[in-house]
């Protein structure tokens, strides 16, 4: 079912344009709009106090926010039917792998190199730094991957190991507002470990294997912690990002997107061979 559920949201998900409204981030960023809101409006009592004291840590954020996957996931359990299962993790698929505004960027900046736009091609760089919740300056190719690792990958792989919980669980970290402080990072860096050391150990089998193993080992061993630059640093390892020529800035995007497809696949091979043999 699984498998059903991924080759039929992967495909829909190029195909169908999806109402903004119903994007897993649109639908969080509401809940938590909503949840401050009625805060705010019940101030003054002792429970509402305590509820608004305990929202301020990590903790209380966290747990308000990933409300309505649990409740999803808990309707889904009760009614126990293998059809509702299949829809609902079809639609889950769809609601959080939105990421249109990264592949239109991503072709208006190709468009952009090839007419030797420079500020176009800034432009959209920006965007697609957006995407990836990247304040720091970042190649696009890096970029590219880590967008495909937190819009496609991670929420697949989720999907797979905890069903339309783990989907819904990881979008939601993923697009919820949130403090920028350590305990944040860290619980990022926590939940993108997993996906970009399996997601990257892809790379190794469709890419330069004896070259990027020993870098693969050292991501695993966690160096760097930076789950980002070890997934850029295993694809360059891997595959031959280099600009051909100085002026050449598409080649590494094209390369990188191809790698990434090749990845994809794999696993879906993998997923589907599992399947068969009845291990998922």
């Given amino acids: 079912m699984q498998l059903l559920a991924i080759l039929l949201a992967y495909s829909l998900e190029?195909?169908?344009?999806?109402?903004?409204?119903?994007?897993?981030?649109?639908?969080?960023?509401?809940?938590?709009?909503w949840q401050t809101r009625q805060t705010q409006m019940g101030r003054g009592g002792d429970a509402q106090e305590k509820?608004?004291?305990?929202?301020?840590?990590?903790?209380?954020?966290?747990?308000?926010?990933?409300?309505?996957?649990?409740?999803?996931?808990?309707?889904?359990?009760?009614?126990?039917?293998?059809?509702?299962?299949?829809?609902?993790?079809?639609?889950?698929?769809?609601?959080?792998?939105?990421?249109?505004?990264?592949?239109?960027?991503?072709k208006a900046y190709l468009e952009a190199a090839n007419s030797g736009d420079d500020d176009g091609c800034a432009q959209q760089l920006r965007i697609l730094r957006h995407a990836a919740a990247r304040h720091e300056a970042a190649s696009v190719h890096e970029l590219l991957i880590w967008i495909h690792l937190r819009y496609y990958f991670a929420t697949l792989l989720y999907y797979v190991l905890f069903g339309v919980f783990g989907a819904l669980v990881y979008a939601t970290l993923r697009d919820m507002k949130h403090p920028r402080n350590k305990s944040w990072k860290q619980l990022q860096l926590v939940v993108n470990w997993l996906p970009t050391r399996i997601m990257s150990?892809?790379?190794?089998?469709?890419?330069?294997?004896?070259?990027?193993?020993?870098?693969?080992?050292?991501?695993?061993?966690?160096?760097?912690?930076?789950?980002?630059?070890?997934?850029?640093?295993?694809?360059?390892?891997?595959?031959?990002?280099?600009?051909?020529?100085?002026?050449?800035?598409?080649s590494t995007a094209l390369t990188s997107v191809a790698l990434v497809k090749r990845n994809m696949l794999f696993f879906i091979v993998l997923l589907a061979t599992m399947t068969i043999a009845g291990w998922v």
């Avoid at 190029?14 to 709009?33: D, E, G, K, P, Y």
């Avoid at 926010?65 to 079809?90: K, N, Q, T």
């Avoid at 193993?213 to 630059?229: A, D, I, K």
Wanted: aromatic share 10%; hydrophobic share 50%; proline share 3%.
């Fill in 201 to 250: 150990f892809g790379f190794l089998m469709v890419g330069n294997f004896s070259k990027a193993l020993p870098v693969w080992l050292n991501s695993v061993g966690n160096r760097p912690q930076n789950n980002f630059e070890a997934l850029a640093k295993v694809a360059n390892a891997a595959e031959d990002l280099t600009p051909k020529h100085e002026d050449d800035v598409t």
């Fill in 51 to 106: 509820v608004s004291e305990w929202r301020q840590h990590l903790l209380g954020e966290v747990v308000w926010a990933v409300l309505p996957a649990l409740i999803i996931s808990f309707i889904v359990a009760l009614l126990d039917s293998f059809l509702v299962s299949f829809v609902v993790g079809v639609l889950a698929l769809l609601a959080t792998m939105q990421c249109r505004e990264a592949r239109d960027a991503y």
């Fill in 14 to 33: 190029r195909t169908v344009t999806l109402s903004r409204n119903l994007h897993w981030r649109r639908i969080v960023l509401r809940w938590q709009h």
